[in-house]
């Protein structure tokens, strides 16, 4: 598996907004897939925005227009843009990468989670 390195979690008031930030910890030949997925306490692991290349993304209903999946122009980094965050919004956050490493071989491996706190 390639480890991933995730970024840009915190503490932010109702309607404010964050940028996660997600990248494979060494070089790699390609995503594939990339998604980010939520988990609250309490609550199973939900989709928040998935995208395949190529494909256009696709978002989870409570998220459907505040937030936006993007990658890089390299195509190694992704990011969710999450705005008019609602404290509802607050989870572990988790990224998520499939691809084909520089040595020609697939992986698909999970970040460890980031914390997003949204207060009211």
């Known amino acids: 598996q390639v480890p991933l390195e995730e970024s840009g979690g915190g503490w932010v008031q109702a309607g404010g907004s964050l940028r996660l930030s997600c990248a494979a910890s060494?070089?790699?030949?390609?995503?594939?897939?990339m998604g980010w997925y939520r988990e609250a306490p309490g609550k199973s692991r939900e989709l928040v925005a998935t995208?395949?290349?190529?494909?256009?993304?696709d978002y989870g209903d409570s998220v459907k227009g505040r937030f936006i999946i993007s990658r890089d122009g390299a195509g190694h980094r992704i990011f969710l843009q999450m705005n008019r965050l609602r404290p509802e919004d607050t989870a572990v956050y988790y990224c998520?990468?499939?691809?084909?490493?520089?040595?020609?071989?697939?992986?698909?491996?999970w970040g460890q989670g980031i914390q997003v706190t949204v207060s009211s």
């Open positions: 060494r070089s790699i030949l390609s995503i594939e897939r």
């Open positions: 998520h990468l499939a691809g084909v490493t520089n040595q020609v071989r697939g992986f698909d491996s």
């Open positions: 995208m395949a290349r190529g494909n256009t993304p």
